[in-house]
């Protein structure tokens, strides 16, 4: 059973800083494209930055305050979140697209909520 375990979630005030992680299994890390995404209530679930071997993309809504890293020595993603609004508050989800020579198989965490207020 592969499991994501995700950390870092909590309360902070508008303009300040948090940093996710999302521990992945070795086995599975290094061929595999990874994802953050969140939802907030009564919304659907959307795709806030992903990341693959040679490229890193965003939603147009956190360019320039939200970077996407990993760090392969410790099998772990991060999404370090600057200068945040009361709009990203939502459940924050790690998500891992795992490339086999079987097939592609997803995975995901179990959420960490992030709350954005004053």
């Known amino acids: 059973q592969v499991q994501l375990v995700e950390s870092g979630g909590g309360l902070v005030q508008p303009g300040g800083s948090l940093r996710l992680s999302c521990t992945v299994p070795?086995?599975?890390?290094?061929?595999?494209?990874m994802g953050w995404y969140r939802q907030a209530p009564g919304k659907q679930r959307e795709l806030t930055a992903g990341?693959?071997?040679?490229?890193?993309n965003y939603a147009d809504s956190v360019k320039g305050r939200f970077t996407i890293s990993r760090d392969f020595a410790k099998s772990t993603m991060y999404l370090q979140m600057n200068s945040l609004k009361p709009e990203d508050t939502a459940v924050y989800y790690c998500?891992?697209?795992?490339?086999?020579?079987?097939?592609?198989?997803?995975?995901w965490g179990q959420g960490t909520q992030v709350t954005v207020s004053s």
């Open positions: 990341i693959t071997s040679g490229s890193t």
């Open positions: 070795e086995s599975i890390f290094s061929n595999s494209a």
């Open positions: 998500n891992v697209r795992y490339y086999s020579n079987y097939g592609t198989y997803e995975y």
